[in-house]
């Protein structure tokens, strides 16, 4: 049944991905289930390059589910998350203390970046409340990553009419821009880290 809700949900085919995923809450006929997915290739390279170095992988988190553990607890509020790399938006809805959902985009060639992170949270919160029948009102947006700034903050702020705030762990530093750039290093650090149940498992949630 995972599998099948899973083909309406993710990009890719189910034989190019790994899937993982654990039980929340629900009862015997209506459950809610934490699915994570990766692409089949990035997985078997990076077990490719770690297994060449005669280590051992354990274990396969995405960059999303570790910066999730740093947020702060809203209640049942629903929270975004939206972490700027290098590379493109990663933008995650955190309900309670549950990843609701997550969505990686490129950044958009031509497209001033304020309007490319305001698009994105919109497109992620709008495809959220319409697989729920339902709208549910955004109460808070952390940004992180090392393209994060004032500019987008306020732009946010302003345009989405929600607060807004960096990120911050547990572990501070004194130059801002360098925790935000590092907070992926630093949510990943201090993530539990678990064998998967065998060595055939995949096991991309903590």
């Known amino acids: 049944a995972v599998k099948w809700q899973?083909?309406?949900i993710f990009p890719l085919p189910l034989d190019e991905m790994y899937l993982d995923w654990k039980v929340l809450t629900g009862e015997q006929d209506k459950k809610e289930i934490f699915v994570v997915a990766l692409p089949r290739r990035l997985v078997d390279d990076l077990v490719s390059i770690v297994t060449s170095l005669g280590l051992r992988?354990?274990?396969i988190q995405t960059s999303a589910t570790?910066?999730?553990r740093m947020l702060p607890s809203k209640g049942n509020?629903?929270?975004?998350l939206v972490n700027l790399s290098d590379d493109g938006i990663t933008s995650t809805l955190v309900k309670g203390r549950i990843t609701k959902l997550t969505a990686t985009d490129e950044y958009v060639d031509g497209e001033d970046m304020m309007v490319c992170v305001q698009d994105t949270i919109k497109k992620l919160l709008n495809f959220y409340n319409a697989k729920n029948q339902g709208e549910?009102?955004?109460?808070h947006v952390w940004l992180t990553g090392i393209k994060a700034n004032d500019k987008i903050k306020d732009h946010i702020k302003k345009e989405l009419n929600v607060k807004v705030d960096y990120l911050e762990g547990p572990i501070k530093l004194?130059?801002?821009?360098?925790?935000?750039a590092f907070s992926e290093a630093i949510a990943i650090g201090l993530s539990p880290i678990k064998?998967?149940?065998?060595?055939?498992?995949i096991n991309l949630i903590p």
């Open 6 to 8: 899973a083909k309406n």
């Open 57 to 59: 992988p354990v274990n």
């Open 66 to 68: 570790c910066l999730g």
């Open 77 to 80: 509020k629903l929270q975004a």
């Open 136 to 139: 549910v009102k955004l109460e």
């Open 174 to 180: 004194a130059d801002k821009q360098k925790m935000l």
């Open 195 to 201: 064998a998967p149940s065998s060595d055939q498992t």
